[in-house]
């Protein structure tokens, strides 16, 4: 049976995709996920989305209202309280200076990651030639996935000569699904009591970290 969480139970750093059938087809369209939107949990019960016009934080329940569930990933061994608090200073900082959503970077996101891709040897090199800066990640705008990767990199998860490969504003909620960097499932958040996980879900098979811990002990 696939485990179901509180929402109690998400932690700052945790990253939450979520799930939709009916909306986000572009999204799908795109990447093949139903996973069409993320977000990451800044504190107790509310987390920090690019959503809508603006970055802003939102109550968890209120954004479980919004999808058909929310898959939950955590990176435990991560989240200090240094980076916990760093977390929530980049959000206020993107909030204070009204940073909004990245609609061009959203239409233009397909093309754009394949020349990331097809270019990233000669941004490496060139990285490692000159002297090298801290990547910028205070942008005027951001997409979903990008503020949650924008965010790893902020607080120093990400550093800044991977952060040239994990370029935010080229990973889709997808590819933050797909790399352990950006967490492990740990569970579900389920809007009710009785509410079945769709067998199609990429996570209903997966090893939760809860399990993979248990089997290293």
């Known amino acids: 049976m696939p485990k179901t969480l509180n929402v109690a139970d998400v932690m700052p750093g945790d990253v939450l995709l979520c799930r939709s059938d009916y909306s986000g087809a572009s999204v799908t369209e795109v990447t093949g996920s139903k996973y069409v939107h993320a977000a990451i949990c800044v504190r107790q019960g509310y987390a920090a989305e690019a959503s809508g016009h603006r970055v802003k934080e939102i109550e968890i329940e209120k954004l479980l209202n919004e999808y058909d569930h929310i898959a939950v990933l955590r990176q435990p061994d991560c ?8 977390l929530q200073s980049f959000i206020d900082a993107a909030i204070s200076r009204k940073a909004g959503f990245n609609c061009d970077g959203m239409r233009t996101f397909e093309e754009r990651k394949k020349a990331h891709e097809e270019n990233l040897m000669d941004k490496l090199r060139e990285f490692f030639e000159q002297t ?9 705008s951001y997409f979903c996935s990008e503020l949650v990767a924008a965010a790893h990199v902020a607080v120093g998860i990400i550093e800044p000569s991977a952060a ?33 996980i769709p067998e199609d879900d990429e ?8 399990e993979i811990f248990e089997n290293k002990t």
């Open 132 to 140: 090298p800066v801290d990547p910028a990640v205070d942008c005027k």
């Open 164 to 196: 040239v490969v994990y370029e935010p504003s080229t990973l889709s909620p997808s590819d933050l699904a797909d790399d352990f960097t950006f967490g492990i499932f740990c569970g579900y958040l389920i809007p009710y009591s009785g509410y079945i």
């Open 203 to 210: 996570y209903s098979a997966a090893p939760r970290l809860d």
């Open 79 to 86: 989240w200090s309280p240094r980076r916990v608090n760093k």
